[in-house]
């Protein structure tokens, strides 16, 4: 396998709208490109490889590498994406397991049983947001276009957790339920977590109106509410979604230090990214890929 590490600036001409500078890495394997997250190269024993729009074999609007079944693109390009893709983690797609998202908050835990649901066999669940894993090689799969992605690793108990959390699930705090999940099953602790809020709209991006925003102002308080919503004017508000999820963790007892956040906004780099915001929804769907691999 060749793997070549790249700036994100020089792969990503162009890009735009930095949170935090150095928190992802560009890289490329058998000429496909993906995203990490290098706060998460402490953890050899973890993979985690978020999509780009480039690499696939899909063509039009969901050029090139979509991940969706279920938005009009051809059954086998969607699957020969998979295929190019997982080959970039050595993995194949009999190793994942797909969430099947709702924008809900439910979270439930994947094992072998569940090995190539929503991608080589039907999926036995519905309305799941999150999933979490302490099984070797087993590749939690989550769908992304502007919301957010939210990872979890318990390096203490050797198990990880991968959620969906677009503004429903942030405001219902899906966070919440995969730490409290992970500390059921696993026994997990709030302070043994380590976390990554992944590329997606920034808050200069993403208009809401009155409805949502007032959902939010119920849900934080002070200086936090300054944080997430701005107002723009005429009943509309800015949201940011990245500090929402932030604020979640930290109310969850995560450590700040442990945190973090992502550099790149979905929107701002449409033509690298599928955005639903910026594409007026035609588009594909990214994808990130977790897994323990050792």
């Not at 994100?8 to 709208?17: E, M």
């Not at 979270?107 to 099984?135: C, F, H, Q, W």
Request: include cysteine; charge should be negative.
């Amino acid at each position: 396998m060749n793997i070549n590490y790249i700036n994100a600036d020089k792969t990503f001409k162009g890009l735009k709208k930095a949170v935090i500078h150095n928190s992802t890495r560009i890289s490329v394997t058998n000429n496909i490109p993906y995203i990490e997250f290098t706060p998460f190269d402490r953890f050899d024993w973890v993979k985690l490889h978020f999509s780009t729009r480039l690499g696939g074999v899909s063509s039009g609007i969901y050029s090139s590498m979509n991940f969706s079944f279920d938005r009009g693109d051809s059954y086998d390009n969607v699957l020969r994406n998979y295929e190019l893709f997982l080959d970039t983690m050595d993995l194949k797609t009999s190793d994942c397991v797909c969430t099947k998202q709702t924008h809900t908050v439910n979270v439930i835990e994947a094992d072998y049983s569940m090995a190539g649901m929503g991608i080589t066999k039907p999926r036995s669940y519905d309305n799941i947001d999150g999933l979490i894993t302490n099984k070797k090689d087993l590749c939690l799969v989550t769908y992304f276009a502007d919301c957010v992605p939210v990872f979890f690793v318990d390096p203490v108990n050797r198990c990880i957790g991968a959620s969906h959390s677009g503004w429903r699930g942030t405001v219902g705090n899906i966070t919440h339920e995969t730490v409290q999940l992970m500390s059921s099953v696993y026994g997990s602790r709030p302070e043994y977590l380590h976390t990554f809020i992944g590329p997606s709209i920034c808050q200069q991006c993403y208009e809401v109106d009155e409805n949502v925003a007032s959902q939010f102002a119920d849900s934080y308080s002070g200086n936090e509410t300054d944080m997430v919503i701005d107002l723009k004017g005429n009943g509309k508000y800015l949201l940011n979604l990245q500090a929402a999820n932030y604020f979640n963790m930290v109310h969850e007892g995560i450590n700040p230090e442990n945190i973090g956040i992502t550099d790149i906004c979905t929107s701002c780099n449409s033509d690298l990214l599928f955005s639903h915001r910026a594409s007026h929804g035609k588009r594909g769907v990214l994808c990130g890929f977790m897994s323990i691999c050792r």
